[in-house]
DNA sequence: ACGCATTTGTTCGTATGTATT
DNA sequence: TAATACATACGAACAAATGCG
């Protein structure tokens, strides 16, 4: 991997990469560019919230144009790992301070009834664990792993809606409470930021309809059999390394999930 | 709305809109541009799966740079209405001879049991009625137009997942027959596009979890009061403009809806 | 209130690289 | 090999939004 900071091109378009090699590791000066746009963003030297350096500041930096960083950050954008503003900079994504709470979240309520009441959010549990052999396995941990499990549940209106089940590697998130949770004012990933330097950059999702069984309806305040939503979320931070599973069960008797397909 | 073809800029960075109104119909060039392609598109002048004049041919046609009408192809093609391809040039989307078929469809099959048999799509009915009222809301008819109303079943490896309502506005597809739905190879919406003109660029989903009542539950072979996936989807065409809506009925015991969140 | 500096956004032009036919 | 088309990269200038003095 050629570093652009090892080999300015020259004046022209002089190709970056040794040529002698005919194929397989070559890429695009800007790709090349978001990558190490991309090292720094994982390795803090950029705060989620904060602004990174002007284009101008970064193509010196890179020793290469600003068109070319442009196109680096361009891409890095439409990732929504970097958010730009005319007039004021580019800044790291972040979960916290975020016009819409819950960026993650794809409830939307029905027209119908409640005009999106006041969000509580209850946590009914949170204990470190060796982590079972299923979520192991997803988290890509050893079984003897250590995980912190959450539950809570979210309401709407003073309705239960969501109860979540969530399993992170403790290593990642030592001190982690449920009072830390309940205290903090703003999403969990918002938390997991500020608190415990991990950042959530994507994830995916795998719904499905299930019952509730017993447990799960008096939380949730159905009747038992009532069918619910499963979301079963992975999701990752930097270099695609999973970071949290979830799994979550939503009533959808007044919400629903939206989805945008193109 | 100022035509880019109209006013030619004048060499430099000249502003193209008419400076004396302060505000509230000015655009990019590269906007005004995009606008002008997607006309040429809803028009027909470039049919799905057809190549569209190359950038140099487009750039001259419009009167701007090659530069401008490349970041104009880039936001179609990033809302997945083009698509590019090096060396060969610029294509009109299609829903048809894709890759992947079924490019709305995000059901996923569960790496536990079948390996992705065969794909068999049956109809049950295809009729044309008065639009029920809620049909005609979301689709913006009179309650009195007329609509095509289609029940099909899908079937994954012989056994049935997907159960689907769909609703299309009859003016638009006169001559839509269950035959011809079966005789077609390949999926709806490339049928839709090839033989009635209408384009499925963009749709939104609902989705809920309910129960399979009786006559579900028998097209299904599940139990009665087994739970669902209830997707509500409606697509548009160029200009936002709703041309079906379909309520599907999923089946979510060896499949399930994958989707990403970033 | 005004202007200035900073930063991203837009637009042009030119040249070269890579993929396809 | 040559022609064509999209992809990358540079440079330059001006526009628009923002914030500060």
Redesign the pocket.
Known sequence: MTAASETP?A??????SAPALNAPS?S????QIKTLILRSLQSGEWRPGEAIP???DLAARFK??Q??V??AVDELAAENLLL???????FVATHAEEQVQYRFLRLASDPSTTAQGSTQREFLDCRRMPAPADVAAVLQLRPEDAVVEVRRVLHFSGQPVVLDDIWLPAPLFKGLTAERLSEYRGPMYGLFESEFGVRMIRAEEKIRAVSADETVAALLKVAPGTPLLSVERLAFTYGDQPVELRRGLYRTDRHYYRNELS
């Open positions: 091109p004046g022209s378009g002089a190709p970056v070559f695009p000066l800007y790709q002007s284009e101008i290469v144009s068109g070319t442009r196109k730009r503003r005319q007039g004021k900079g580019t």
